[in-house]
């Protein structure tokens, strides 16, 4: 086992489950057994599919730390509520998430409904979305999502808690967002003017020359620098989910610093110093916005 929950930093599944939970107080001394029981018993069904590359993390947001009564992850907050001058992106935060993924859609199930019936009555289930590769990684918008993603040993860099807070050394800072694609306008748009809004080809899949991008491109808004000119990364696993009548993205993202997704957040919605925010927001819609921590596998085994 690693000492990290594995959905954090394996390489892109085609198949995942969301699963937001919220926790009934009365039962945490249950809930907390639960999770410590976790690891294992995601282990125990990682064994018997080897060849599913079956990965999960299980996050825990601000609002149900508190009721757990042990020390709190430093930058663990709520989800930020951002208002732009076309958007708001809302808080929805809820007690509990289950990110759970694999190659193969029966074993995501497996695991999935395995542990829901582990927490049994200590929990409530608020939502669950299935989600699918589609074609080589792309969005329903038809682009490519994930390309600049950290590779390797960076992933581990930009997306663990290391020294800096070592009681929660080797967990993560998880947010994530279902967002609903307005496609019918989307489509309308020439492909010229789709290529524009992320900065990069939609076919070859090839990013703009700096120069070329515009203000507005969803890449130009999302590539962030600290003071010392370093990039700020997120290590994504958004995916998409559609039904015939509804189409859109689970965004997912781990980081060692939740600041950064809050900043980057901001550089879409509220835009840079003139305002020029991301128009990709001009076709998809924010229906939830949570925040997590993702903490270590030795972490929640320790709390029995
Ligand atoms: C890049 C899609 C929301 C952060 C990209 C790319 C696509 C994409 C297609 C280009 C390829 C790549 O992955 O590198 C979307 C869609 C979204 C969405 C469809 C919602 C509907 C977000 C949000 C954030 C974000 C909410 C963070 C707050 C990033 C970052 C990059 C990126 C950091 C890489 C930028 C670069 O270095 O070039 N996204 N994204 N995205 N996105 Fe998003």
């Known amino acids: ?30 809930f907390k057994n639960t ?21 999960a993390s299980i996050g825990l947001s601000s609002q149900i730390w508190d009721t757990l009564d042990t020390k709190r992850p430093q930058l663990l907050s709520p989800f930020p509520h951002i208002v732009g001058q ?14 759970i993924r694999s190659s193969r859609r029966d074993v995501t199930y497996q695991l999935g409904t395995t542990l ?27 682009f490519v999502d994930g390309t600049e993603n950290p590779e390797g040993e960076k992933r581990k860099a930009v997306a663990l808690v290391d020294d800096e807070d070592p009681d ?28 524009d809004i992320y900065g990069r080809t939609k076919h070859s899949n090839q990013e703009y020359p700096s120069a070329e991008k ?11 620098k600290d003071e010392q000119g370093r990039s700020l990364e997120i290590l ?46 001009k076709y998809t819609r924010a229906t939830t916005g949570q925040a997590f921590f993702v903490p270590s596998n030795h972490w929640l085994m320790s709390l029995v």
């Open 86 to 99: 076309e958007t708001e992106i809302l808080p929805t935060d809820v007690d509990l998430v289950l990110h």
């Open 35 to 55: 999770l410590a029981a976790a690891p294992e018993l995601i282990e125990g069904i990682q064994q018997q599919f080897p060849e599913a590359a079956l990965h």
């Open 116 to 142: 829901f019936a582990a927490f049994g009555k200590s929990v409530t289930l608020v939502e669950e979305v299935n989600c699918f590769k589609y074609l080589d990684n792309r969005d329903l918008t038809g």
């Open 1 to 30: 086992m690693t000492p990290f929950q594995s959905g954090i930093i394996a390489e892109a599944s085609s198949d995942a489950l969301f699963i937001t939970l919220n926790v009934n107080k009365s039962e945490i001394k249950p």
């Open 236 to 281: 994504r696993h958004s995916m998409p989910f559609a039904s015939l009548t509804e189409k859109g993205l689970m965004f997912a993202s781990y980081s060692k610093n939740p600041v950064i997704f809050n900043r980057m957040l901001e550089s879409m919605v509220k835009g840079d110093e003139q305002g020029n925010t991301d128009h990709l927001m």
């Open 214 to 224: 515009s203000v507005h491109a969803h890449t130009k808004r999302t590539s962030l």
């Open 168 to 195: 929660f050394k080797n967990g993560s800072y998880f947010n994530l967002m279902r967002f609903v694609h307005d496609l019918a306008k989307w489509e309308k748009e020439d492909l010229k003017t789709q290529e």
